[in-house]
């Protein structure tokens, strides 16, 4: 037995044909967005999340928009679902609801 590369199969036309179709229905669901992304402003802001009783981090806003902000912290955090973003450097104080965490970074959306 000798070791190296096996020999190529050739590709069917039909097999080539599904693996370059665009619309395909299985691809199409992981590419649909429920709404258009707001756009972002980047930004390195002290802020703190607050909420009751007696919780409060501080963070860095690294990214924010008109609907949410990405929050930047030096641990990982357990934040509760609703909470207040306060950023004096922003001029901000305002309700906010958790989105998701990666690591050390958590996303916002803000309520009204």
Not at 22 to 33: L, Y
Not at 48 to 70: H, Q
Not at 72 to 81: D, E, Q, S, T, Y
Not at 84 to 106: C, W, Y
């Amino acid at each position: 037995m000798v070791f190296g590369k096996k020999p190529g199969t050739p590709i069917s036309a039909e097999r080539l044909s599904a693996a370059l179709r665009t619309n395909a229905p299985a691809d199409q669901a992981k590419f649909i967005r429920r709404a258009p992304r707001a756009d972002r402003q980047s930004t390195w802001a002290p802020c703190v999340l607050v909420w009751e009783p007696k919780g409060r981090e501080e963070g860095v806003c690294i990214d924010i928009s008109e609907t949410g902000a990405r929050i930047r912290f030096r641990n990982k955090v357990m934040i509760p679902g609703k909470f207040f973003f306060v950023s004096a450097k922003l001029g901000i104080n305002t309700p906010a609801e958790f989105i998701r965490q990666d690591g050390h970074d958590i996303a916002i959306r803000f309520t009204s």
